[in-house]
């Protein structure tokens, strides 16, 4: 398949597979015929790649997952899995401490009509 094609197997744009590529994460094939020719393992890997991101790995990490692909190094990645795990865990405490403190000046604001609207005063950089 062309890069194209490649592309929208992957669900990105064209610019991003060789972004990939030139970050070591996608080979470039040798051009036959002055194009590039991609296969379903190349499309595999484009997906992989697009799933540990929406994981929440970075290039790096997805990277050094590839490379343990190849190896016999469970550990490792479980290491990193336990790694993003963890970090996921920080920033859903986040967003629930967000979403609670949003929930509390959307009440504030329904209960009364007087005065500045809670939510708008709470976004205030000057107040």
Request: aromatic share 4%; hydrophobic share 45%.
């Given at each position: 398949?062309?890069?194209a094609?490649?592309?929208q197997a992957?669900?990105v ?13 996608l080979?470039t094939?040798?051009?036959a015929g002055?194009?590039?020719?991609y296969?379903e ?6 997906r ?5 991101q929406?994981?929440g790995?970075?290039?790096?990490e ?7 692909d ?8 479980q ?6 795990i963890?970090?996921?865990d920080v920033?859903?405490?986040?967003l ?7 929930a ?5 604001c329904a209960?009364?009509?007087?005065g ?6 709470a976004?205030d950089?000057?107040g």
């Amino acid at each position: 398949m062309t890069i194209a094609r490649l592309a929208q197997a992957g669900g990105v744009g064209v610019e991003t597979v060789r972004y990939y590529q030139r970050r070591g994460l996608l080979r470039t094939p040798e051009r036959a015929g002055g194009i590039r020719r991609y296969g379903e393992e190349d499309a595999r890997r484009l997906r992989f790649i697009r799933a540990a991101q929406a994981g929440g790995f970075t290039l790096e990490e997805i990277r050094e997952l590839i490379a343990l692909d190849a190896s016999t190094d469970r550990a490792r990645a479980q290491a990193l899995a336990r790694d993003r795990i963890a970090a996921l865990d920080v920033k859903i405490a986040e967003l629930t401490e967000a979403r609670a403190a949003l929930a509390r000046l959307e009440r504030e604001c329904a209960a009364s009509g007087e005065g500045p609207c809670p939510i708008v005063a709470a976004f205030d950089i000057e107040g």
